[in-house]
């Protein structure tokens, strides 16, 4: 019976020890993948905002061509980087008021849908006063946005093909 027991107490013993060092090398494992996160690169908010200042410039230019499937291309990079920035960004301050920029966009979307320059237009304005309104509010009211007057590219054509 002695015997026994001591069986079973090493085959415990020996259990524990695997178990420790499993547990070790899982936690290893753990913290060497949080440092790799911790060095992962991470978009600052201002270089999402550079792209979508791209994407709005070449909404313009598309919108304004009647070019309506790279309108809503742009439109939908535009949405992507602001998906993006909720996703990466949401400790920042401004993130919170990021949400005003939906109904502009939405109206761009409608315009784009039905093909419609004057109401893509006027949307377009009313997306460029929000970005500024969003500036403001965010005490970056020093970067202001317009309606673009020149194309954000030399090498694309903004015209429907044919």
Request: proline residues 5%; aromatic residues 8%; neutral net charge.
């Amino acid at each position: 019976m002695n015997k026994f027991i001591l069986l079973i107490v090493s085959l415990v013993m020996v259990s524990c020890s695997q178990h420790s060092s499993e547990v070790e090398r899982l936690q290893n494992r753990i913290d060497s993948l949080a440092r790799k996160q911790a060095d992962t690169y991470k978009p600052g908010l201002g270089e999402f905002m550079s792209g979508i200042q791209m994407h709005h410039a070449k909404l313009w230019f598309a919108g304004t061509e009647g070019n309506w499937p790279l309108a809503d291309f742009e439109l939908g990079e535009i949405r992507e980087s602001i998906d993006d920035i909720k996703k990466y960004q949401s400790d920042r301050i401004e993130v919170k008021t990021i949400g005003m920029i939906d109904p502009p966009l939405a109206g761009i979307d409608n315009a784009v849908k039905q093909k419609d320059i004057a109401a893509f237009k006027a949307s377009f304005i009313l997306l460029t006063n929000t970005c500024n309104n969003c500036h403001q509010s965010n005490n970056f009211g020093f970067n202001v946005i317009k309606v673009p007057d020149a194309l954000p590219v030399p090498n694309q054509v903004f015209a429907p093909s044919k």
